[in-house]
């Protein structure tokens, strides 16, 4: 009987070699346990530009994590206030109020632990994790009042210091409107030798501004007609909070009795067809502005406001508050807005109206209410007003006032000069800083300058303006902070805006 001799070649001992050694490490890890640190897997926020729309950002671990180490660990430079909520390996950061603008922020974790170290008691931390993530610049716009770019609508980055001349020398800026990512603005024109203030067109036009994601899509200055003034006088218009609603007042030329509201998608189709304005089935109204969740029209309508859908196939408001005259402004969320009661005695009261049903006064006067805002930091509205000082001659002086809305206490911030109605407002997306101007009137206009003449609403001659800027500080602090406006030089115009 022949023998069979086994003969293990050297490829042979090095594969058993291999599998001794890998049967050696998985026992090693049998009897070590699990070793492998958890982890960030995702930060929503990372290399992101945020502004104030964006109130949370969410971290999803590897593994699930020990709530309270994670909590004690995490660290935002400089600090933003927030509340934590979490959805197994998933925890979301929701700030109190938005982060202030022009700023960079920084995000570690380190010395986190996940469940299982907990409970075994070892000191097992999850990786180290730093993110970062930035606000968007403070910017500003206004209407240009210097010889140089008079009636134009010109961009200021406050952050940076820079600024650009957005719309051509052939149109006088009448109104304007940021769209909510701020990369366009929407406006109204006219032809820079026209002083027909009913002969307004609708534009858009680029700012140039970063996307979310930190690229820039558009480079400033790409003017785009979207509705004209061929058949119908375009008197007044508002964007939508979403950005996709353009809601116009017109009035047709030839017939005056065909006056009203129409609705308009805000950009083109994909096809590139410019949109087409519909007529709102509803009665002619006064001064209108469209809902916060981009569905409706409060507009002033006989004895009171109605609160009408934008659609034209029905007429029928969806509320109706007939004593409240106008809706001055709604809160970011829809549930509160500020009214305005028209008094028989001429008086004015601003109540806080909100959707539980309550109607709280706030304040009376015996002049206008130009404007009010609400702040997203804190419960505080900002109105700016004016008070009677000569019934004989209907002299008002303008002032600017925060009402605390859970204690209706008001802090006077600033009085403005007698006589001065013609002024603007803005409250900044973070809720820091508010913009006004102040418009000096043209005392003997000359008249072979008048084509080229810039006029206020009520159609006063503008000599030139100046920009104010004042931070604002927590309307129950204690003691208080004198607030003192700062004049923006060497910008000169007017109807300041933040970009949001």
Same mark, same amino acid.
């Given at each position: ?109 380190? &010395? ?9 008691? #070892? ?6 994790? #730093? ?59 006219? #032809? ?15 700012? !140039?501004?970063?996307?979310?994601? &930190? ?35 017109? !009035? ?51 004895? &009171? ?51 539980? !049903? ?8 015996? &002049? ?64 820091? !800083? ?46 208080? #902070? ?19």
């Amino acid at each position: 009987m022949t023998k069979f001799k086994l003969s293990i070649q050297p490829l042979d001992r090095v594969a058993i070699a291999l599998m001794l050694l890998l049967s050696l490490l998985i026992g090693l890890m049998i009897w070590q346990g699990d070793v492998v640190k958890p982890s960030v897997r995702n930060f929503t926020w990372q290399n992101q530009q945020i502004g104030a729309e964006d109130n949370s950002f969410t971290l999803t671990f590897s593994r699930p994590m020990d709530i309270k180490s994670v909590e004690d660990n995490l660290k935002i430079e400089p600090p933003l206030a927030g509340k934590i909520s979490w959805a197994g390996r998933r925890m979301v950061y929701t700030l109190v109020t938005p982060a202030p603008y022009g700023t960079n922020y920084k995000l570690q974790l380190q &010395g986190a632990k996940d469940q299982f170290a907990a409970k075994e008691g #070892t000191n097992r931390a999850s990786q180290p994790f #730093t993110g970062s993530f930035q606000t968007r610049d403070r910017v500003i716009l206004y209407i240009g009042a210097e010889k140089e770019n008079q009636g134009q609508l010109v961009l200021y980055n406050l952050t940076q210091e820079q600024k650009k001349v957005l719309t051509p020398k052939d149109l006088t800026v009448m109104d304007f409107e940021p769209f909510p990512n701020g990369e366009k603005i929407i406006y109204s024109a006219r #032809t820079a030798s026209s002083q027909d203030l009913l002969s307004a067109q609708l534009y858009t036009v680029t700012t !140039g501004i970063k996307s979310k994601s &930190g690229q820039q899509t558009e480079p400033s200055g790409r003017v785009d007609l979207i509705l004209d003034n061929k058949d119908y006088q375009n008197l007044k218009f508002d964007l939508s909070p979403d950005g996709q609603t353009i809601v116009v007042q017109r !009035g047709n030329k030839s017939n005056p009795s065909d006056f009203g509201l129409w609705f308009m998608p805000a950009t083109s189709d994909q096809t590139g067809e410019k949109p087409i304005p519909k007529r709102l089935n509803s009665q002619p109204g006064g001064d209108f502005t469209i809902t916060p969740d981009s569905k409706a029209v409060a507009v002033a309508q006989g004895q &009171g406001a109605a609160i009408l859908p934008i659609d034209s196939n029905t007429s029928q408001p969806l509320d109706f508050l007939p004593q409240f005259g106008l809706v001055q402004a709604f809160s970011k969320d829809g549930s509160q807005a500020a009214m305005v009661k028209f008094n028989t005695d001429f008086t004015r009261d601003l109540f806080l109206v909100t959707n539980q !049903g309550v109607k709280k006064p706030l304040l009376k006067t015996t &002049g206008s209410i130009l404007n009010c805002q609400f702040d997203p930091a804190s419960p505080t509205l900002y109105c700016l007003l004016t008070q009677l000082v000569s019934k004989e001659q209907y002299i008002e002086q303008p002032y600017l006032v925060a009402i605390d809305l859970k204690t209706g206490q008001q802090k006077p911030l600033i009085v403005l000069p007698v006589g001065q109605r013609n002024v603007q407002m803005s409250l900044s997306p973070d809720g820091i !800083g508010l913009l006004f101007d102040q418009v000096v009137p043209q005392t003997n206009p000359d008249p072979s300058l008048s084509k080229n003449t810039l006029q206020t609403d009520d159609g006063e001659a503008i000599a030139t303006s100046s920009l104010w800027l004042m931070l604002l500080s927590p309307i129950a602090e204690t003691p208080p #902070t004198e607030n003192k406006p700062e004049k923006l030089l060497p910008l000169v115009g007017f109807a300041p805006r933040w970009l949001p």
